[in-house]
């Protein structure tokens, strides 16, 4: 009996079909992180002009030039598809499918549901991961709970780095206290080109004094570049709406008002403005007020920490699935597999 | 709709009815724990020689002074009994309990999975929850996992400290990694009065160079204290066996030999002699080699770092049983639940 047998964890005869929805800076980075995995397939990927799908796995670095050079996955060769309606093309197409995780920029804020409701409406049955950032795009997809449930779809949210991983570090520390006094999320983003991360510098920006959602997503690359440049590059961050807040709320670890999100993004230097962390401030049993932090390493990019945690949490959500577990989980309340 | 039904947390009309086995240090301290909650109700408790039931609950201070007076539960009035056979009878007595947290010494290191044999064939059905230490002796419980299934038992084990909250941290930890170099626990622990923590020390004892179980066990306290003499009172411990490895091991994190855990126990000093952290150092999908480190507050005691997680565990442990997923799990699988 192998240690996977022994423990209940998943254990396939064949690698999870696995879709990328996305191909920016963050789902390019999901296929090359998907690539040496032997438990998960890369079959099927979805741009705002096209998608592509091959039972038998795409090829990261042919998609990644192409997507580069023209634009979109629909003139890759032979399993490319131009479409207006590429997701919703790809839904009906590639019914064979585990999970997907949605690298997709969520401009507007209601576009992460509104995609969730396209998988509910397509009879398709599987797991679907996000890394959604915002309190209010996880609230609208708690909305979806009886729908999730009734369309047989296990979704987690809030499954990328903050919200995601720093946030299940934070349930897990709560755990050494009777109460929970402050939850704060500190992270350091360094980007040497912002250019392969225009969305989520956007959705940055959106939380700077004097900007939203809209207002980002309207900036020319020339107004980015002219407001980086009066910033020397920093993009500094604090209180920000960020979704890990009403996640621990969920898992009834605090109150959302306890929990604080902010952080330095250096969008001209690969090397982080400062070491991420979440610190956990809490009274024990006996009275005692302490601090858990957990750390991630400087070397660790923000595409490691959204990627790795994202497909975690997709073979945790298999694993669900196939007990017939569905409806609306956060990465507070489920522990990722790792995946090999 | 509550959060918790929102997300699928369970939501008990009535506290989860809880009993602790065994009542030195840690069992006395699992009561202190229990007795702010409004979610868990301590029923069941037995020690050596006797044992105590009251379906309204246990009072935490009188059980605590008549443990410490007259030397067990059984003479607790009105619900105590004497027993030489304490847990075997609670077991019997005791079936409306939807938990058990095994706070007991595993000396001899057999023991531990000989009282979940008592449950398998008691015909209980709920969940257990152990903080065992030893590979070897979470070994012998892997062995159980057909009969945990067949008898309806939900058992999670390496639930405490380490192994426990700090090898969840480690599994959440290498999410952002492709391959897991290392896994490397350091702890501190300081306590002032090691006679409240005999056999933790004991079992301590038998990680040193020369010692094994038996021999520690069968150490009398002078002999304890002219050791503790020797060494000023601090217990410096190296490559200790801990399940850690095995059970990242099972999660399919690293092979069991990239694990090590080692510590430093001061049993004259309350105040850490370091801080307790695990690093977990891996290589990124891009080639990067990093760190990720979760450290806990000096300010929390062994017993608020083992006892709050292994709460958190009954509670996850409850979600599942309910669900009719039994058998044998570990800490590194699933997420604790906060308990409120």
């Not at 998608?51 to 399993?79: N, V």
């Not at 898992?251 to 962390?277: E, F, H, M, Q, W």
């Amino acid at each position: 009996m192998s240690a996977e047998q022994i423990t209940g964890s998943i254990n396939s005869p064949t690698p999870l079909r696995v879709g990328v929805l996305g191909f920016g800076g963050l789902g390019q980075a999901a296929a090359r992180v998907l690539a040496p995995k032997r438990e998960m397939i890369w079959v099927a990927a979805a741009d705002q002009k096209g998608y592509a799908y091959a039972a038998q796995g795409l090829d990261p670095d042919a998609s990644i030039a192409i997507y580069q050079t023209q634009g979109t996955l629909g003139y890759l060769e032979p399993t490319g598809t131009l479409s207006s309606q590429s997701i919703q093309d790809l839904m009906e197409r590639a019914k064979p499918v585990d999970g997907y995780f949605l690298a997709l920029p969520n401009l507007p804020n209601t576009f992460m549901a509104s995609i969730a409701r396209q998988f509910i409406q397509s009879g398709w049955q599987g797991v679907l991961v996000d890394a959604l950032k915002r309190t209010s795009a996880v609230e609208q997809l708690l909305e979806l709970q009886e729908e999730l449930l009734a369309a047989g779809i296990t979704y987690l949210t809030g499954c990328g780095a903050t919200p995601g991983l720093l946030t299940a570090a934070a349930a897990l520390a709560a755990q050494s206290y009777a109460e929970i006094h402050s939850v704060k999320i500190t992270f350091g983003v360094g980007i040497a080109n912002w250019e392969a991360y225009r969305a989520t510098i956007r959705e940055d920006i959106a939380h700077l004094p004097g900007y939203d959602v809209e207002r980002a997503r309207a900036m020319s690359d020339a107004e980015v570049e002219a407001l980086l440049d009066q910033t020397n590059g920093i993009l500094a961050l604090e209180n920000m709406e960020h979704a890990d807040d009403v996640m621990l709320e969920l898992a009834g670890i605090c109150p959302r008002d306890r929990v604080t999100v902010g952080g330095v993004v250096d969008t001209r230097n690969p090397k982080k403005p400062l070491s991420t962390n979440v610190q956990v401030t809490g009274r024990t049993f006996e009275g005692k007020i302490s601090t858990h932090t957990f750390t991630l390493g400087d070397e660790t990019s923000m595409a490691a920490n959204v990627c790795g945690p994202a497909f975690g949490y997709l073979k945790a959500g298999v694993a669900l699935h196939r007990r017939g577990i569905y409806g609306l989980f956060t990465a507070a309340e489920v522990m990722p597999q790792f995946v090999k």
